[in-house]
């Protein structure tokens, strides 16, 4: 899957389903299927159909989830300012998203922002999760166009309305909000203004990664990850100051998810302890980590980890030889 709202760990269903699931099922009709879904509670109404957009787009049935939205909203009165209109269009965003259909993506979430703005003080969970999610996508639709300004905006609003939101319920969207954050990772360019992102947001996810849900945790292992990814990139670039930044904040959260040391704890350490070695100033902790890594690969029976350390170790040791003073003695000028 692309990374939409769609995705089951952006916003994993808080609700019990399966009852509206089974009426559901037993109704064929547009109309029906409507009523069914205004008389069930709000979350409940957008965690089915979320959940069934996203299981008919693991199936490689996309096409199929849209039509059956598509049937729902046509029943809709075209002046009503029901939530489940701008629900249909946003998950419509997402669906047309996840088929690579931009153009109708586009269309649909201007219809959604269209029917969101016509209640623009509203500030109820209903309206704000549906806002923030279909920010999150039009971020990705923006981005993937090239059209980072748009797409930063566009994050970074959805990013503070998941703040809001998981302020009053962390079990529900703690993990939207990470996702946000992970959005984030992908949608700025300047390293700078990204870090310092992250940074505003640090005490928030680590509340996060107290919580025993795994829907918080599955969030934060994908941010993890993506914190990784961004540390490499900036150590090819040879931006290794900005790389440990990056490699610390991922070893953070995922030491804090991952109980026991685990190879990917270990590979991400290795990351960070060698772009310390390229920072003067950290070169001698970057040393002790390594060495402290090496013990550690040994204990898990990471032989090839082992001995990546010990050539970063070793190509250290005599990048430290100043070859050019060697020079001027050998050849005075």
């Not at 586009?106 to 279909?134: C, E, G, I, N």
């Not at 984030?184 to 849900?213: D, G, I």
């Not at 900005?242 to 190879?263: C, D, G, H, P």
Request: aromatic residues 6%; hydrophobic residues 40%; charged residues 25%.
């Amino acid at each position: 899957m692309k990374p939409t709202s769609l995705e089951p760990v952006f916003l994993p269903a808080t609700t019990d389903t399966s009852a509206l699931r089974s009426k559901m099922r037993r109704t064929r009709q547009g109309e029906d299927m409507l009523l069914l879904l205004e008389e069930a509670p709000f979350d409940t109404a957008y965690d089915l159909l979320r959940t069934y957009a996203a299981e008919m787009v693991k199936r490689g049935e996309s096409a199929k989830a849209v039509e059956t939205l598509t049937e729902i909203n046509d029943a809709i009165d075209p002046d009503s300012e029901a939530d489940i209109n701008a629900v249909l269009a946003q998950l419509l965003t997402a669906l047309y998203i996840e088929s690579d259909s931009l153009d109708l993506a586009a269309a649909t979430a201007a219809a959604a922002l269209h029917m969101l703005s016509r209640s623009p003080r509203r500030k109820d969970a209903p309206f704000l999760q549906v806002l923030a999610s279909l920010l999150y996508d039009v971020a990705y639709l923006h981005s993937s166009r090239g059209e980072f300004k748009q797409a930063e905006r566009e994050i970074d609003k959805s990013i503070k309305i998941f703040e809001r939101l998981a302020k009053t319920d962390p079990d529900r969207y703690a993990a939207p909000h990470l996702m946000a954050l992970n959005g984030a990772t992908a949608v700025y360019r300047n390293r700078v203004k990204q870090a310092e992102l992250l940074a505003h947001y640090q005490a928030a996810t680590s509340t996060y990664l107290l919580m025993l849900n795994s829907g918080v945790e599955d969030a934060a292992t994908r941010l993890a990850e993506s914190l990784a990814r961004q540390g490499e990139t900036l150590a090819r670039m040879g931006r290794h100051r900005e790389a440990v930044q990056y490699y610390s904040r991922a070893l953070k959260y995922i030491t804090r998810i991952e109980n026991e040391f685990t190879m990917r704890q270990l590979e991400y350490s290795v990351a960070l302890g060698e772009s310390m070695l390229s920072v003067a100033a950290m070169r001698d902790k970057g040393v002790h980590l390594l060495n402290t890594m090496l013990h550690k690969a040994t204990k898990i029976n990471a032989t090839d980890v082992h001995r990546r350390i010990v050539d970063i170790l070793y190509n250290a040791k005599s990048r430290s030889l100043d070859i050019l003073s060697l020079w001027h003695k050998l050849f005075p000028k």
